[in-house]
């Protein structure tokens, strides 16, 4: 394999491809990628195109944001090429020690979308150490009894290179009493032993130099080299001899200091001074003791099976004569649960939409156990309820994704728990808490306080007054739950909305735009909507009703008795045989006001004679109170007041001419339209006076009549078509509006006619009278009579002509009673029930259609009738 290329290529270069191959490249891109790479690379070396291992392509780098995640920063992506570029120094010695492979494993985290990978780079050692003795020289004490073929363990070389270029080997210079023998111990290491070939004697030389060298096995090999001195010393016969030659223990890490790790024991078969054996560690130690008497090593510190897994001493046993003997402690360290994990969050999303799917990558959490074995096995979980979970990613590494839907507006934040607990008797764990914020997205429409909305306004509001407020609510934040309202709809005209009412698009007021009348329009309906600010914008609509209340601003009008066109005002006649309770007349009014507004009551306000008659509070119809007698006056007169029930209530009146007489001869006198006299005495003369003048006239009348009759016969219909101009006046009829709102029942119009002050007996016409039209003889007082629309059927469709006139006979007067007569009659016949005509017992309502007259029925409606 070359050096700084990764053993896989798990992504195809081709861009079009990588859709259609992730599928069966997904497995691999979940394993490491690894390079091999030399130590000691020079800073900004390549170790490989990265982007490229990844799948990248170069115009992907800006956007993804290649970066490395590691506590030390060995290594860095260009930001150009996407190659993985040697940071900082790599000297494996002091990465990885002694370790047989030396592996550097990070994450490159790539951004937009969040992802990360896992990445390897294994240092490959060169031979850039060289072996070397922990002291230029050192001594060594031989007795010359020593036999040949004694051995004597010397100094070790140390080489933090492994594999070939560590020590191999020793060298000793040339000598003849000495040669030299490489052992290896179990663990692979190698010693030298310093053997004697020939028997020493200190009295022909005393003191030897030798050079020992240690070599490695690197191309070319580097060396190391010590000075021996020997020095020969008197004959010693017998050196210290250990019980082991190698000790081996095992020991805990977590043991506190002064803890006994073992006691080495040696024997000396000499006597006196040359078996006193003293210990003594062949090189100076600091983590351990040893007590030179008994042999004891104990430890002086606590250890850290993290640091240093196994440490091997040599112990010395020397006698008093010199002879030294060495053993073997090898000493390994048995691993504690003694760290707990660390919990590391790299990666971590500032803000979460609330509408992210689940399985959206939030952070990467990593996580690291200086134990090994189940003590160093850890396993990762979140504490409590929340919409997140944990997945495991790769060795110590786990992903932090969303579980399920998420809602800002009943959790805008999460305070989440990251625990990590190892497999240890007892196990060891370690949190993290980490705060997620919940981001807002436009998920929620505005909604309204109630579901409609009814608004009661009474008329004649000052315009621009508020008569209502909508309000509505968004749970969202920001722009998103901002709203303003607006009306969408109505059932008023579409141009004429905005005259009417306005909202406030902030607040939600609605604004009456002008002064409502209940009169001309009682409700409307409105459809408001409340929208908010969203992208897409959210809405929502209520409807709402607006009823005008009425107010009493409009007072009782009068419909009958209505004046005449001079401003006078008409009379009714009552026979003077009326029994009490008789129907005099009915003053009919209206009120354009609904309601309580509306209801009318009817007063008397003034009357000539109080008891004479009895006013319905109600209906307005006027009756008797009683018989009429002989001193009562023939002429009464009633103001009558007509109030409605508003508040503060709005009053009319109307004035009630009444004559009692029997004929309209006899009514005649009384028909003057001056005011009453206070005082009864003179009222009776002024009676008198005006029948004797009444009286005279018609006597002239009734001469001239006789006259006008004789000659009518002899002269032509041409000459005599009217007997005078006056006689045959034309009136065109006036008509009030129309009402059909109040108290009344049904619609009233009214026409009035005008009509001159002359009696006649007999009314002529030169053409025929066009619809519309009426004739009105002097003896009707300008008397009311309602005439139907156009429209409607006539029962005598005939006009009348020259040829139709009418003549009055006393006897006629005589025996209609109240009649009036008239020289012609409307173009319309109306009929009306029987019992609306008054009780005269010799005319029937038939017989007077026929006869063409006019009078009134008992409640003073006008009824004409044509000759069929």
């Given amino acids: 394999m070359r050096e700084g290329a990764p053993e896989r290529h798990p992504v195809q270069r081709r861009p079009m491809l990588l859709l259609f191959l992730l599928p069966l490249f997904c497995p691999a891109l979940c394993e490491q990628i690894r390079y091999k790479i030399p130590e000691e690379m020079p800073t900004g070396s390549v170790v490989g195109n990265l982007a490229k291992d990844l799948g990248f392509t170069v115009q992907e780098l800006p956007t993804r944001k290649l970066r490395i995640s590691s506590k030390k920063p060995y290594f860095s992506v260009s930001a150009t090429s996407g190659d993985l570029l040697v940071s900082s120094r790599l000297d494996r010695e002091q990465i990885c020690g002694k370790k047989p492979v030396c592996v550097l494993e990070f994450e490159t985290v790539a951004e937009n979308p969040l992802n990360f990978y896992h990445v390897s780079v294994e240092l490959e050692d060169i031979n850039d150490h060289m072996p070397k003795f922990p002291h230029t020289s050192s001594e060594l004490q031989i007795s010359e009894s020593a036999q040949p073929g004694t051995r004597f363990i010397l100094e070790v070389a140390e080489d933090a290179d492994i594999a070939l270029n560590s020590l191999q080997n020793y060298k000793l210079s040339l000598s003849p009493s000495f040669s030299l023998v490489n052992k290896e111990k179990q663990d692979g290491r190698k010693y030298p032993e310093l053997v004697l070939e020939n028997t020493l004697d200190r009295e022909q030389q005393n003191f030897y130099r030798l050079v020992l060298t240690a070599l490695d096995g690197g191309n070319p090999p580097l060396s190391g080299t010590t000075e021996l001195r020997i020095q020969v010393t008197d004959a010693n016969d017998n050196p210290p001899v250990f019980n082991q030659e190698v000790y081996k223990v095992r020991l805990p890490e977590n043991v506190p200091p002064g803890t006994t790790v073992l006691q080495v024991t040696a024997t000396d078969k000499d006597e006196g001074m040359n078996s006193e054996i003293s210990y003594s560690f062949y090189r100076a130690g600091q983590v351990f003791g040893l007590d030179s008497k008994t042999g004891e090593i104990t430890t002086r510190r606590t250890l850290d099976f993290e640091e240093i897994k196994e440490y091997s001493i040599v112990v010395e046993a020397r006698d008093g004569g010199g002879l030294v003997a060495q053993c073997t402690v090898e000493i390994n360290i048995q691993d504690e649960n003694d760290n707990s994990p660390e919990v590391t969050i790299d990666s971590l999303l500032e803000t979460i939409l609330e509408n992210a799917a689940p399985g959206t990558l939030i952070a990467l959490i990593k996580i690291h156990d200086g134990d090994s074995g189940e003590n160093g096995e850890v396993n990762c979980r979140l504490d409590g309820e929340v919409p997140f979970k944990i997945i495991s990613s790769s060795k110590n590494s786990y992903k932090l994704v969303t579980d399920r839907t998420l809602d800002r507006e009943l959790t805008p934040e999460y305070n989440v728990t990251i625990t990590a607990t190892d497999r240890g008797k007892p196990p060891l764990s370690s949190s993290t808490k980490v705060t997620l914020h919940i981001g807002d997205v436009n998920d929620n429409p505005p909604l309204f306080q109630q579901a409609s909305y009814l608004v009661y306004v009474a008329e004649n509001n000052p315009p621009g007054a508020s008569i209502a407020q909508v309000s509505a609510s968004d749970p969202d934040l920001g722009s998103n739950g901002h709203i303003s309202y607006s009306i969408i709809a109505s059932d008023l005209e579409p141009q004429s909305l905005w005259s009417y009412v306005t909202v406030n698009a902030q607040s939600g007021v609605v604004f009456a735009q002008r002064a409502f009348d209940h009169e001309q329009l009682r409700s409307f309906q409105l459809t408001l909507q409340a929208r908010d600010q969203g992208s897409p914008p959210l809405s929502a609509n209520v409807s709402m009703r607006v009823l005008v209340g009425d107010r009493n601003d409009n007072a009782p009008r009068v419909l009958y008795p209505a004046l005449e066109p001079d401003g006078s005002a008409l009379f009714d006649m009552v026979p003077r045989a009326a029994e ?53 006056a023939a002429r009464q007169r009633l103001l009558v007041g007509v109030r409605d029930g508003g508040q503060p209530p709005l009053s009319a009146t109307a004035t009630l001419l009444l004559v009692f007489a029997d004929s309209l001869q006899e009514a005649l006198p009384d028909l003057s339209d001056r005011p009453l006299s206070p005082d009864p005495q003179a009222e009776l003369q002024f009676y008198l006076v005006v029948a004797l003048a009444l009286i005279s006239v018609l006597f002239l009348l009734a001469v001239i009549l006789a006259i006008a ?160």
């Fill in 709 to 868: 009759l004789r000659l009518r016969h002899s002269s032509s219909s041409s000459v005599w078509g009217c007997f005078q101009p006056g006689f045959c006046s034309e009136s065109r009829p006036v008509v009030p509006p129309n009402y059909y709102e109040g108290t009344l029942p049904y619609s009233y119009n009214l026409y009035g006619a005008h009509a001159t002050k002359t009696e006649c007996d007999f009314l002529k016409c030169s053409e025929p009278l066009s619809s519309g039209q009426g004739l009105l003889c002097p003896e009707s007082s300008g008397a009311l009579f309602p005439l139907g629309d156009a429209s409607e059927p006539t029962s005598h469709p005939e006009p009348l002509t020259a040829d139709s006139e009418r003549r009055c006979s006393p006897t006629e007067r005589k025996t209609q009673g109240s009649i009036r007569i008239f020289s012609a009659a409307t173009t319309q016949s109306l009929a009306y029930p029987t019992d609306w005509l008054p009780d005269y017992s010799k005319i029937h309502p038939f017989n007077l259609e026929r006869s063409g007259f006019l009078l009134r029925d008992k409640y003073h409606r006008t009824v004409v009738g044509r000759r069929a």
């Fill in 580 to 632: 009490p309770g008789y129907l005099v007349t009915k003053v009919v009014a209206v009120d354009a006001d609904s309601g309580h507004n509306a209801w009318l009551s009817y007063h008397v306000l003034q009357a000539s004679d109080p008891g004479l008659f009895n006013l319905g509070l109600r209906t307005g119809e006027v009756r008797t109170a009683r018989a009429l007698g002989d001193k009562d």
